[in-house]
T-cell receptor
Framework: DTGVSQDPRHKITKRGQNVTFRCDPI?????LYWYRQTLGQGPEFLTY????????KSRLLSDRFSAERPKGSFSTLEIQRTEQGDSAMYLC????????????FGQGTRLTVV | DAKTTQPPSMDCAEGRAANLPCNHS???????VYWYRQIHSQGPQYIIH???NNETNEMASLIITEDRKSSTLILPHATLRDTAVYYC???????????FGPGTRLSVLP
């Protein structure tokens, strides 16, 4: 297993465009998380899936953001009508269903909105 | 807001032990202490976690005080590759919607 995989690693887009990121979790993990990290700050939680169900969403996840995990495997995070303030690193993490367990993070997708 | 307090930065000489403190005075009974680190431009890397007993793995040791209000992460023989931001997080044991603080920037010096 190669760990949590995110694609693309870097994305530059013009303001107003839509972007979509993909996350492939560790294969046996049924929990998947999205975080956002801006320069100099720690990651901020965005949303959480257990299998295909989206169980929690942060207030940071505005209506321009949508996340899906249609078959309980990979997940996508879409940002519509991007703004310069959306420029950040978007991180995905996954964990197993077991309690007391750790989450493993991917390398992130760095988004730059110009 | 993060439930932990960490010093913003620390230095450590290469080959020496790095002791990174964390205060979590409002930790509740079912919350674990997790440590992650983040090397520049990479995703956070899991290090270790624990509830109340001290823990050790191949990367580090975690010492939790008896009242659980603080903990220390110990890297026994720091190397230059341990230079990173270290995050201490407290979280209940059934989900990882972690609240990250600013962490401690550890610089290992040659």
């Amino acid at each position: 297993d190669t760990g949590v995989s995110q694609d693309p690693r870097h994305k530059i887009t013009k303001r107003g465009q839509n972007v979509t990121f993909r996350c492939d979790p560790i294969s046996e993990h049924n929990r998947l998380y999205w975080y956002r990290q801006t320069l100099g700050q720690g990651p901020e939680f965005l949303t959480y899936f257990q299998n295909e169900a989206q169980l929690e969403k942060s207030r940071l996840l505005s209506d321009r953001f949508s996340a899906e995990r249609p078959k309980g495997s990979f997940s996508t995070l879409e940002i519509q009508r991007t703004e310069q303030g959306d420029s950040a690193m978007y991180l995905c993490a996954s964990s197993s269903y077991r309690v007391n367990t750790e989450a493993f993070f991917g390398q992130g997708t760095r988004l730059t909105v110009v | 807001d993060a439930k932990t307090t960490q010093p913003p930065s620390m230095d450590c000489a290469e080959g020496r032990a790095a002791n990174l403190p964390c205060n979590h005075s409002t930790i509740s009974g079912n919350e674990y202490v997790y440590w992650y680190r983040q090397i520049h431009s990479q995703g956070p890397q899991y290090i270790i976690h624990g509830l109340k007993n001290n823990e050790t793995n191949e990367m580090a040791s975690l010492i939790i005080t008896e009242d659980r209000k603080s903990s220390t992460l110990i890297l026994p023989h720091a190397t230059l590759r341990d230079t990173a931001v270290y995050y201490c997080i407290v979280s209940h044991n059934y989900g990882q919607n972690f609240v990250f603080g600013p962490g401690t920037r550890l610089s290992v010096l040659p």
